[in-house]
Nanobody, 128 residues
Framework: VQLVESGGGLVQAGGSRRLSCVIS????????IGWFRQAPGKEREGVSC???????YYLPSVKGRFTIARDNAAKMVYLQMNNLKSEDTAVYYC???????????????????????WGQGTQVIVSA
């Protein structure tokens, strides 16, 4: 399984950015997918996820600003980020659950390497 993110970059506060992730090696429709991020000196945190049936979770601080989407046929996952804030600055990773359940209605924990796969990350920097 391979995941490759793109779309990161420098954006002004209040601006928008769309992250993309192409996933190969699996039939995407059967798996939960998600995005997590890690800022320098901070813990990794689950930003958003979507189950195979379309149920979603959003980190409270991004709810209403970020939207996760998937295109199973194209094997793509997206994260639309609007009204970006400086605290959104981080490396963003997409992930797919291959075993276990990490995407839940009230929480999202990125699957460990034994249960999922991650991309290499894409940097988002939000300038004030």
């Amino acid at each position: 399984v391979q995941l490759v993110e793109s779309g990161g970059g420098l954006v002004q506060a209040g601006g928008s950015r769309r992250l993309s992730c192409v996933i190969s090696g699996i039939t995407l429709q059967y798996y939960a997918i998600g995005w997590f991020r890690q800022a320098p000196g901070k813990e990794r945190e689950g930003v958003s996820c979507m189950t195979s049936s379309g149920d979603t979770y959003y980190l409270p601080s991004v709810k209403g600003r970020f939207t996760i989407a998937r295109d199973n046929a194209a094997k793509m996952v997206y994260l639309q980020m609007n009204n970006l804030k400086s605290e959104d600055t981080a490396v963003y990773y997409c992930a797919v659950e291959l075993a276990g359940t990490y995407c839940r209605p009230t929480s999202y924990y990125p699957p460990p390497p034994t249960s999922g796969a991650w991309g290499q990350g894409t940097q988002v920097i939000v300038s004030a």
